[in-house]
């Protein structure tokens, strides 16, 4: 339950505190006074966006503070699951700075705002009065009827399910669709992968065959050249051989007088023995070049050939063709085992969608279980709230699977005899919702284990001995919860065990909104102020004491 709640910096509240007890805790005060902006203060520990406007002073940060005693609730698998330390005492913690950023901590470890979000939905129950609305949303119907069922673990299950079934049948049809599309290709890709697969091609071949076709297309001038300066060689080389030596034999003669002297005879010996390996080597190279017209041919054509790919396809070199190639095979090869895919990939859908149906029978089945259950008990609890021949009836339709199940679930509601029920956001009075809201809160309070329920003016609409029974109803939910109501009915809170007032402060600068808890004296003055007005007459003071000894 909710042991301790600070509030500060936040609207018009400058530094509260609020202590709430077991039991009922009944808020009053003046319209505007700031029992609202509490809520909303406590909406910012349920994770709700962080606004720079809600700051008091703008130079100081806003904290709201709340801390809860959980160890009777089983909260420890949900804290390991969301990797926090537990404690039985856990306080949860909001920060706004002014500069706008947001903080969040569970126990004093910053944690994120979804994290923050999970744990307060375990801790706290508001609702608003606006949140009539929602009773005619047939989500949150339906995820009443879940509460009451219990079917957390089915209904989480079949969600599981249905993602992975959506996520094959979106594969499944985006399979389909690229079939086709790399059928329509199929012929002219495979065309194309002929050819590059016919041609052949090598890595390194174009640079090889464009040396090669330079050398042929010169090799006639090629030959003469270096028949020319063989034949000067050859021609020469008995006389030259022939002088050389005898230098180099003069040189030998004076090699002992200076080791310049022989290191000349050897360089010059060196000369000669290289002018013939010259010699030697152009006969070698000259023997080589043959101008071969049909090798020419041929190196020209497969060159050419590597030229037409290269621009039909868009490549710089043989490397890309070869990638494009390989993009080509990979095309043909998909379509070829498209049809094993599509087959696998349909196989594994009807297999997925079949443990869907399965499981969303299962959700459909405890649905329809307790929707007559629902219905039963809350027509009991609104012949106490004064519609006697209220009725509703809670109807579980039949849809193709969706991310809640195999069905809608409808909440029908007529709030007199002979007429036939109708949706109830279409039927229902303001005073209605709130006695049907109340009753199916009731009803769900039987069945959760949520620490501390909050009504904000749950009793819109209602008054006389309809409002005392309202408030009998909500002091019955105390014996599992912990509640808080704010309320502007005397009879609502005459039957609170503890009460709080909430007030405007004048006395300074701004206004300031505090809050205090009112003793015996106080209650029956502020009752009574809520029957009569300010100035409570003798018999509003005689009635708010009989209200509060009622009880």
Known sequence: ???????????????????????????????????????????????????????????????????????????????????????????????????????????????????????????????????????????????????????????????????????????????????????????????????????????????????????????????LKLQEVLAFLSHAEGAVNDEMRGKVNALGQIADLSPAYASLRGRLESCLFELRDIANELEREEEKIEFNPERAEEVQNRLS??????????????????????????????????????????????????????????????????APLIAAEAKSLLADLGMPNATIEITCDRIEPSPEGLDVVNFLFSANKGIAPQEIGRVASGGEFSRLMLALKYIMAGRTAMPTIIFDEIDTGISGEIALKMGNMLKAMTHKHQVIAITHLHQIAAKGNHHYFVFKDDSGQRTISRMRQLNEEERIREIAQMISGAQPSESALLSARELLEMG
């Open 1 to 223: 339950m909710l042991t301790d709640l600070q509030i500060k910096n936040y609207a018009l509240i400058e530094q509260l505190n609020l202590r709430p007890h077991e039991s009922l805790n009944i808020i009053t005060g003046e319209t505007g006074a700031g029992k609202s902006i509490m809520l909303g203060a406590i909406g910012l520990l349920m994770g709700n966006r962080a606004d720079l406007r809600v700051l008091l002073n703008t130079e100081e940060k806003c904290v709201i503070e709340a801390s809860f005693l959980v160890w009777s609730y089983n909260l420890q698998g949900l804290f390991d699951t969301l990797d926090l330390d537990y404690a039985d005492r856990t306080t949860l913690r909001r920060e706004i700075s002014p500069s706008g950023k947001s903080r969040a901590f569970i126990n004093d470890t910053p944690v994120t705002l979804d994290t923050l979000r999970q744990v307060a939905a375990f801790l706290l129950d508001i609702h608003s009065q606006h949140d009539n609305l929602l009773l005619g949303d047939h989500l949150y119907q339906m995820q009443l009827v879940d509460a009451y069922a219990a079917n957390q673990a089915l209904r989480e299950a079949y969600q599981q399910t249905y993602r992975t079934y959506t996520h094959l049948k979106n594969e499944y049809r985006q399979r389909q669709q690229d079939f086709a599309h790399y059928q329509k290709e199929f012929d002219y890709n495979q065309f194309l992968l002929n050819e590059l697969s016919q041609a052949n091609l090598q890595a390194d071949e174009q640079e090889s065959l464009e040396q090669e076709s330079r050398l042929l297309d010169s090799a006639e001038e090629v030959k």
């Open 305 to 370: 050939m590597i030229y037409h790919f290269q621009q039909k396809h868009q490549a710089k070199d043989i490397a890309a063709l070869l990638d494009i190639q390989a993009e080509l095979a990979e095309k043909v090869s998909r379509v070829a085992n498209f049809d094993e895919e599509i087959a696998a990939l349909k196989a594994q859908l009807e297999t997925t969608e079949r443990v869907l149906l399965e499981q969303g029978e299962a959700l459909s089945a405890s649905r329809q279980a307790v």
